[in-house]
């Protein structure tokens, strides 16, 4: 069974950055398109950034500029990099496969202070 494991995410002030990973287990990783996803407190979830097998990536309005997505497939991989964080940015992050067709992951918590 394929499971994902985020992690990176923490409490940090406005304009600060964190760098998230999500490991994948399953040789199928390095063919899938890969999702970034968030959920804010109250809301439903979002996909904040994509990243193809071959690394083209595309992102939210939101996030655009601010956030970078990339992968290792040789480590089943996503990374995402977050810069300029606002408070707006606050949630649980998630990676799974887009569309999400896999059980979701634990996700790892992002705070952002004002």
């Known amino acids: 069974q394929v499971q994902l494991v985020e992690s990176g995410g923490g409490l940090v002030q406005a304009g600060g950055s964190l760098r998230l990973s999500c490991v994948a287990s399953?040789?199928?990783?390095?063919?899938?398109?890969m999702g970034w996803y968030r959920q804010a407190p109250g809301r439903q979830r979002e996909l904040v950034a994509v990243?193809?097998?071959?690394?083209?990536?595309t992102y939210a309005d939101s996030v655009k500029g601010r956030f970078t997505n990339s992968r290792d497939n040789a480590k089943n991989t996503v990374y995402l990099q977050m810069n300029s964080l606002k408070p707006e940015d606050t949630g649980v992050y998630y990676c799974?496969?887009?569309?999400?067709?896999?059980?979701w992951g634990q996700g790892t918590q992002v705070t952002v202070s004002s």
């Open positions: 399953g040789s199928f990783f390095r063919f899938n398109v």
């Open positions: 990243i193809t097998s071959g690394g083209t990536t």
């Open positions: 799974n496969t887009k569309p999400d067709i896999l059980k």
